[in-house]
T-cell receptor
Framework: DGGITQSPKYLFRKEGQNVTLSCEQN?????MYWYRQDPGQGLRLIYY???????QKGDIAEGYSVSREKKESFPLTVTSAQKNPTAFYLC????????????????FGEGSRLTVL | GQQVMQIPQYQHVQEGEDFTTYCNSS?????IQWYKQRPGGHPVFLIQ???SGEVKKQKRLTFQFGEAKKNSSLHITATQTTDVGTYFC??????????WGAGTKLIIKP
């Protein structure tokens, strides 16, 4: 089955630690995204990538880093510089981009829930 | 900056009653997408509207895109327990990014 796999599903972090969230897709999509979701809010974009070895900051990139060494993989590192990292993190991909003529629907992974102890 | 406002934040309904959520954008959108997120789950794409005044139906769900392409609505007729979740609208504000409404949570009263 094609889809997006995120791991781990739940993660606990001590203050001052970096953690990396995994995102793998086998949909052959060029575009990949990381979103953060907090209760009662819409999704906020952290980073996105249009192609291998290229990525761009979203609205809330501070305290986060990403890499895109392979088309299938787009890991997110939550660094110790992120002051309020407790949240639900969602990885997504799309075959095309939202502003194009074609459907830019996003396919989401099941999410990773990060809690800072 | 560009914003997408979605109301209401919550809607409590009896099973069998109708539900409606509204999205309003501060700028004209090239398209608008709707997603559903079940409790504890991830957003799942429902539909994309592209044309001015467009109306699309999926069984009990009716989606509308305004004539000015700045507002949209989702209406569910005769809600069922399977409809429970949060419904989000999202519109592109660049070629590569979506801006999301805050979502409307549909709650079925016991």
């Amino acid at each position: 089955d094609g889809g997006i796999t995120q791991s781990p599903k739940y993660l606990f972090r001590k203050e001052g630690q970096n953690v990396t969230l995994s995102c793998e897709q086998n949909l052959n999509h060029d575009a990949m995204y990381w979103y953060r979701q907090d209760p009662g809010q819409g999704l906020r974009l952290i980073y996105y990538s249009q192609i291998v070895n290229d990525f761009q900051k979203g609205d809330i990139a501070e305290g986060y880093s990403v890499s895109r060494e392979k088309k299938e993989s787009f890991p997110l590192t939550v660094t110790s510089a992120q002051k309020n990292p407790t949240a639900f993190y969602l990885c997504a991909s799309s075959i095309d981009f939202p502003g194009t003529v074609n459907t830019g629907e996003l396919f989401f992974g099941e999410g990773s829930r990060l809690t800072v102890l | 900056g560009q914003q997408v406002m979605q109301i209401p934040q919550y809607q409590h309904v009896q099973e069998g009653e109708d539900f409606t959520t509204y999205c309003n954008s501060s700028t004209t959108l090239s398209n608008i997408q709707w997603y559903k997120q079940r409790p504890g789950g991830h957003p799942v794409f429902l539909i994309q509207l592209v044309k001015s005044g467009e109306v699309k139906k999926q069984k009990r769900l009716t989606f509308q895109f305004g004539e000015a392409k700045k507002n949209s609505s989702l209406h569910i007729t005769a809600t069922q327990t399977t409809d429970v979740g949060t419904y989000f609208c999202a519109g592109p504000y660049s070629n590569y990014q979506l801006i999301w409404g805050a979502g409307t949570k549909l709650i079925i009263k016991p």
